[in-house]
């Protein structure tokens, strides 16, 4: 069975530091989704990672995938109030439509 | 095209009541999942299908779900005689194709009181 875990669940930051938030998956797979979640909203798409030491950066965010460890980030650079979200790993099982979705990491960036 | 459209977007049922959510997919888009989330959770996976066709509801509680995707019209998720625990957020996503390209709805936060 494919488990996800993100960690940390929480994490508070001021504006202008750098984190990283981790996401490990139990078994192999073909892609590894992120998302960003705002309160009361939808899921919105970040990064798409299909293959081992794909990395992809967008603004402050960059997201990395290493399959032999099984383990994605996203690194925050300098972050900013308007970061704050919850931020979701997602991981398709060897071709299976099924998304199997971390807990969530809840980011919130003070000014 | 907007993309997913999920409706309504909030919805209050009385416990025994009866819940229908509707998603319209993306225009071109034949396939249609369906996720729940409870509060401060991940997404759970509930049930997949294409156009008439449920492909896998392995994700979905045995009694008092169900899901369809006519050939015309919104993919449906009814939920019969609600409980409390019914209580989250229910979103749809669509692809062209089986494992790629997943768009999302906003979600139906469903309330049971």
């Known amino acids: 069975e494919l488990k996800v875990e993100q960690n940390p669940l929480f994490l508070s930051m001021q504006e202008g530091k750098n984190y990283t938030i981790y996401c490990n998956y139990s078994?192999?797979?073909?892609?590894l989704y992120w998302y960003r979640q705002d309160p009361g909203k939808s899921l919105e798409s970040l990064f798409v990672?299909?293959?081992n030491g794909a990395v992809k950066q967008e603004g402050r965010l960059m997201a990395s995938l290493d399959t032999k460890a099984r383990l994605s980030t996203l690194h925050i650079t300098a972050a900013v109030h308007d970061l704050s979200a919850t931020y979701f790993c997602?991981?398709?099982?060897?071709?299976?439509?099924?998304?199997?979705w971390g807990a969530g990491t809840k980011l919130i960036i003070k000014p | 095209n907007a993309g997913v459209m999920q409706n309504p977007r909030h919805l209050v049922r009385r416990r025994g009541q009866e819940a229908r959510l509707r998603c319209s997919p993306v225009?071109?888009?034949?396939?249609v999942y369906w996720y729940r989330q409870l509060p401060e959770e991940g997404l759970k996976f509930m049930v997949y299908?294409?156009?008439?066709?449920?492909?896998?509801e392995s994700g979905m509680p045995k009694e008092r779900f169900s899901a369809e995707f006519p050939k015309e019209g919104p993919s449906i998720l009814r939920i019969q005689q609600v409980v409390r625990g019914d209580s989250a957020a229910y979103f749809c996503?669509?692809?062209?194709?089986?494992?790629?390209?997943?768009?999302f709805g906003s979600g139906t936060r469903l309330t049971v009181v």
């Open positions: 996503a669509s692809s062209a194709q089986g494992n790629y390209g997943y768009t």
């Open positions: 225009k071109g888009h034949s396939h």
């Open positions: 299908l294409q156009k008439e066709n449920i492909i896998d």
């Open positions: 078994t192999t797979s073909d892609r």
């Open positions: 990672l299909l293959s």
């Open positions: 997602a991981v398709n099982m060897d071709s299976n439509y099924q998304l199997i």
